[in-house]
């Protein structure tokens, strides 16, 4: 028995056992479109996983759901004091920042919005039943009560116009200004508005929020509170909303036979190669078997 009858054996069964497994690897991804002969497709044209992408893209979203991300995974994500101190901290440094201004409040196109309009109507009606509950006929007696004091003192005028003529001056003078408020309010309280909103648009949300909170770990904490009430209140309709199985399955089926092909390969390229050894190595071990039978 020569050296070539002991080595060509082995090595053949090697090179056969690798190219059988390369070739089947390949055959998962190729070709990527149908191979056709006249009207009839070869078959096995297209590969498995081109063939197959919408049903494995449903798989992969069904899978992905279904051990990681379903809706009790997520409303144990968003209710973690973890995620709402990241949310804290994202808000906490846009409101901080000097270059953060609410540049939309005097934007041309952003005031005709709904949204928007509808901020403005909802100030204004409530600026409105502000004034209506603030009891104007007791605002007016006493203001005018001390105005009248501080003016007069207690001259023979002060005397004839005390708080009985007052009372009986600010009941009808608070009934013609709620009247007016009730159906001109609109129109004067309306452009104040405007021109708050438009003023606060120059101004950084940095400087807004330090005159109300200054200390910024004072504001993350109440940013924390917030969200943590928020999501106790809304997280189940929100995570039951969120459908991350579907939007999976839609992403890879929007992807390319090529894309998918990088996908799969990029998380078990090393696993496939392993095959294909393997592969090598039972052919040679069969080979060199055949040397002796």
Do not use: W
């Amino acid at each position: 028995m020569n050296i070539i009858n002991i080595i060509l054996p082995p090595l053949i069964g090697a090179v056969i056992g690798y190219s059988t497994n390369l070739l089947a690897i390949k055959m998962l991804f190729r070709p990527i479109h149908p191979i056709m002969i006249g009207k009839f497709r070869v078959p096995l044209t297209p590969g498995i996983v081109p063939r197959r992408k919408n049903e494995l893209a449903g798989i992969l979203g069904s899978a992905i759901v279904d051990q990681f991300f379903n809706a009790d995974d997520l409303e144990i994500l968003f209710t973690s004091d973890s995620f709402g101190s990241a949310v804290a901290d994202g808000v906490t440094a846009a409101l901080l920042n000097p270059n953060t201004k609410l540049e939309f409040l005097s934007d041309a196109d952003a005031l005709q919005s709904v949204h928007l309009q509808k901020l403005k109507d909802e100030l204004c009606v409530r600026i409105q039943a502000a004034i209506l509950k603030s009891d104007l006929e007791k605002l007016i007696s006493e203001q005018g009560g001390r105005i009248t004091k501080g003016r007069f003192g207690n001259s023979v005028v002060a005397k004839l116009i005390d708080e009985n003529v007052i009372s009986i001056i600010a009941a009808p003078l608070a009934e013609q200004i709620e009247k007016h408020v009730l159906e001109n309010g609109r129109s004067f309280i309306m452009p104040l508005i405007e021109e708050e909103l438009s003023d606060l648009s120059h101004e950084p949300v940095a400087n807004i929020v330090a005159e109300i909170i200054p200390d910024s770990a004072a504001l993350h904490k109440l940013i924390c509170g917030v969200h943590a009430r928020f999501m106790k209140l809304q997280v189940r309709p929100i995570v039951e909303s969120i459908d991350v199985g579907g939007m999976i399955t839609e992403k890879v089926r929007q992807m390319g036979a090529l894309q998918v092909e990088e996908l799969v390969l990029s998380v078990v390229q090393k696993e496939l190669r392993y095959v294909m050894l393997l592969g090598g190595f039972v052919g040679a071990v069969i080979g060199a078997i055949n040397i002796f039978i």
